[in-house]
């Protein structure tokens, strides 16, 4: 099993740089100083063995992605001059309990806590922004008029035991959302690494549409059985849109303004609103099935009524008993 390591910033470092523990396994713990103000985007993307941080009252700004996918992630000690979370800044922190948005907070970005199934929010009733943003999200939130105490394990001990890998065949739910969400992540560094696309409106919905294929696909009575068509869905598409993106940002950091370079972003550019109308399409096939299902227990209830006497030639006209 891979060692597990808790790392400790620099003091006076003033930073959390941009990837600097990106898809850190072994990652366990941080432990921060009082000169950092800022961290940056990615920071922890996808740590997903960190378990607890501990932020200072120096820390102002959380950038976009900075804890994306840290599943294990429990507790957070927020500092208390936090003013701005960006996007997807906790997004699929599944284990995360609690954390307090204090009053300092002014900014909070787009699905920041999305997938924190497990989240209770913190704050004060003068944070109106939290409580709007938790409104909004379906996040549990709870009013307290000075910071409740936090749980927080011993970081310095080590879990012996690692995490049971999914059982994709048993657990095809979750394997499909995994992939999704990897997907979304995906997009996400493009989008961090490359400025003015020209297609970035696009790419936003095309991480809408799968939020919403996942929201849809956890709704399904009978998802395993469907899992195939969406997997084949995945298996196709999601290599060759990240290889297109993936061109397209090697000749912006190469910064390649030739003949070939620039045909070949043109043609990226084209070909990414055909791409976003296939997601949609694969949507509108999921709520197609949705709809086949409804109309099947409606039939089956007219079946029922007309044999209990119940309805006459009009299927809702409600014989009065």
Not at 112 to 135: D, E, G, H, M
Not at 230 to 236: E, K, T, V
């Amino acid at each position: 099993m891979e060692k597990m390591e808790i790392i400790t910033i620099p003091d006076g470092q003033t930073k959390i740089a941009k990837n600097a523990f990106r898809w850190r396994r072994s990652l366990y713990g941080v432990n921060i100083p009082d000169s950092v103000t800022i961290i940056e985007k990615n920071a922890f993307y996808e740590c997903i063995n960190l378990q607890n941080i501990i932020m200072p009252d120096s820390v102002t700004v959380i950038e976009k992605n900075a804890f994306y996918g840290c599943k294990k992630l429990q507790n957070i000690t927020m500092s208390k001059n936090i003013t701005s979370i960006g996007d997807y800044a906790f997004y699929w922190c599944r284990n995360l309990a609690g954390i307090v948005l204090p009053d300092s907070l002014v900014s909070i970005g787009n699905y920041a806590f999305s997938w924190c199934k497990n989240l209770t929010v913190f704050c004060s009733a003068s944070q109106i922004l939290a409580q709007a943003y938790c409104r909004k999200n379906k996040i549990k939130i709870q009013l307290i008029e000075s910071m409740p105490p936090m749980r927080t394990d011993n970081i310095s001990k080590i879990k012996e035991e690692p995490e049971k890998p999914i059982n994709n065949e048993i657990a095809g739910l979750s394997y499909i959302e995994k992939k999704i969400n990897a997907f979304i992540g995906e997009i996400n560094l493009f989008e961090n690494s490359v400025a003015n696309t020209g297609f970035s409106g696009e790419l936003t919905e095309i991480k809408n549409i799968l939020n919403k294929i996942i929201i849809l696909w956890k709704d399904e009575k009978d998802s395993e059985s469907r899992s195939k068509q969406l997997d084949d869905f995945i298996n196709y598409y999601f290599p060759t849109i990240k290889k297109i993106l993936d061109t397209y940002s090697q000749i912006e950091k190469n910064n390649l303004n030739g003949v070939n370079a620039a045909e070949t972003k043109h043609r990226i550019s084209e070909a990414i609103p055909f791409i976003k109308r296939a997601f949609e399409k694969q949507l509108d096939n999921m709520y197609q099935n949705k709809m086949f299902d409804i109309t099947t227990d409606i039939d089956a209830l007219e079946s029922m009524l007309a044999k209990d006497g119940l309805i006459d030639s009009n299927p809702f006209e409600i014989k009065k008993l």
